[in-house]
């Protein structure tokens, strides 16, 4: 069975940087969309960002827009995150998923099949 393992994670201070990764176990889900979701203790799980199976399109939530950044190595069975300017509010357990490459919009968690274990961002002041 395909899994989806992130990486990256840690403390960082407000207003660093940090980049996340995720690797799929498998080659087979490199033509699947990929996305990146958060949740905070006591939120809910929020979409972060998308990426097309072939990495061009993209589409970010609006908390995040201009600061972070996905991105997908189809050869190394990878998507990243790198998330610039962290905020106290980025602090959050991050997801990867993966869903069909069809899968639109990027931000329905309901249209994702896999989900990694996820990995804890901390921002500290």
């Known amino acids: 069975q395909v899994q989806l393992v992130e990486s990256g994670g840690g403390l960082v201070q407000a207003g660093g940087s940090l980049r996340i990764a995720c690797a799929a176990s498998e080659r087979t889900i490199n033509r699947y969309t990929k996305g990146w979701f958060r949740q905070a203790p006591g939120k809910e799980r929020e979409f972060v960002a998308g990426i097309s199976w072939n990495g061009s399109v993209t589409n970010y939530a609006d908390a995040v827009k201009g600061r972070f950044t996905i991105s997908r190595d189809n050869a190394k069975n990878a998507v990243y995150l790198k998330m610039n300017s962290l905020k106290l509010e980025d602090t959050a357990v991050y997801y990867c998923?993966?869903?069909?490459?069809?899968?639109?919009?990027?931000?329905?968690?309901?249209?994702?099949?896999?989900w990694g274990q996820g990995t804890q961002v901390t921002v500290s002041s």
């Open positions: 998923a993966a869903g069909p490459y069809y899968t639109w919009p990027y931000s329905d968690a309901g249209k994702y099949d896999l």
